[in-house]
């Protein structure tokens, strides 16, 4: 049985994608940074039948908690075989570049950014006992720094200071990690769920967090024969969902 860590799957798409993988025959480790919450979601999976599910506690600001969850995996598990680092977060506003305080710039780097790259490096060595490895970086298309100079791109007007370019840093690290690992059968994508109706974004988006989730799962069943180090985005429905950088 193929094994998923997700990251921030107590709900919304994280959650859909535990529910997509676990019915698709992966052992989904359900991360979750309140325990309690995620004792809570990954119960309701069990009473849909899906017992190969786990909650694990995971806040990827927290190295301690990072170290913990993965000492507690690498117990049970000879390797995990996908990564999806999922939690992230908008951050309070005002974002404008103006007069943004570089606090909230820190927190949202702090969850977005570095706890992506934490969360990572500290599964990389169980990642790396898989046969077929497969990271998802999620992402928006609110990092794209193409679109946000088209005054054409309806990404175009809607500027952030600190959440954008946290995904813009995160999409530079999936370059940077794909290219490392090119010569190995690991797929690293960032992929873009798009916008979709969340707590996120007080449930604004057109996209349906189900269909938004299928869109994250499909690249983390990617194949040795699939893509890497590519951006794809459920908002860029042409070339296949290839959102430029
Ligand atoms: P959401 O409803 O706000 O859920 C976010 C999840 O991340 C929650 O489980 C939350 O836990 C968790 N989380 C936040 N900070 C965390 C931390 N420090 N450690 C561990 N977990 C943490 O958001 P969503 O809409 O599902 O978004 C999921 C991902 O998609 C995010 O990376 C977001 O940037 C991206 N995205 C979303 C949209 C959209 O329109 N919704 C569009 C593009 C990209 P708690 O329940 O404890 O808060």
């Known amino acids: 049985m193929k094994t998923v860590l997700i990251t921030g799957a107590n709900k919304s798409i994280g959650f859909e994608s535990a529910r997509i993988l676990a019915k698709n025959g992966y052992f989904v480790y359900l991360g979750a940074r309140d325990a309690a919450k995620g004792k809570e979601a990954a119960a309701k999976l069990h009473a849909e039948g899906?017992?190969?599910?786990?909650?694990?506690?995971?806040d990827v600001t927290d190295k301690?908690?990072?170290k913990a969850a993965q000492k507690s995996l690498a117990e049970k598990q000879a390797s995990l075989d996908v990564l999806i680092n999922n939690a992230g977060i908008l951050g309070s506003w005002e974002q404008s570049a103006q007069d943004v305080d570089v606090n909230i710039i820190?927190?949202?780097f702090d969850t977005n950014y570095f706890g992506v790259i934490n969360v990572t490096q500290a599964f990389l060595p169980l990642?790396?006992?898989?046969?077929?490895?497969?990271?998802v970086n999620v992402t928006s298309g609110l990092g794209s720094l193409t679109l946000h100079s088209?005054?054409?791109?309806?990404?175009y007007p809607v500027k952030t200071a600190a959440y954008g370019p946290s995904k813009t840093a995160?999409?530079?690290?999936?370059?940077?990690?794909?290219?490392?690992?090119?010569?190995?059968?690991?797929?690293?994508?960032?992929?873009?769920?798009g916008y979709t109706a969340t707590d996120f974004n007080n449930n604004q988006g057109p996209f349906k967090v189900e269909d938004s989730a299928a869109f994250v799962v499909k690249y983390a069943m990617l194949g040795t024969d699939g893509p890497t180090g590519k951006f794809f985005s459920h908002d860029v429905p042409e070339n296949n969902n290839e959102c430029p950088w």
Do not use: C, G, M
């Not at 088209?150 to 990404?155: A, L, M, Q, R, V």
């Not at 995160?170 to 769920?193: C, G, H, Q, S």
């Open 106 to 108: 820190r927190e949202v």
């Open 50 to 58: 899906l017992t190969n599910v786990e909650p694990i506690q995971i």
């Open 150 to 155: 088209d005054p054409n791109s309806k990404f």
């Open 64 to 66: 301690a908690s990072i």
């Open 127 to 135: 990642l790396k006992k898989s046969d077929a490895p497969v990271i």
């Open 170 to 193: 995160l999409n530079a690290f999936t370059v940077v990690l794909a290219y490392e690992l090119r010569d190995t059968n690991f797929k690293v994508n960032a992929i873009d769920p």
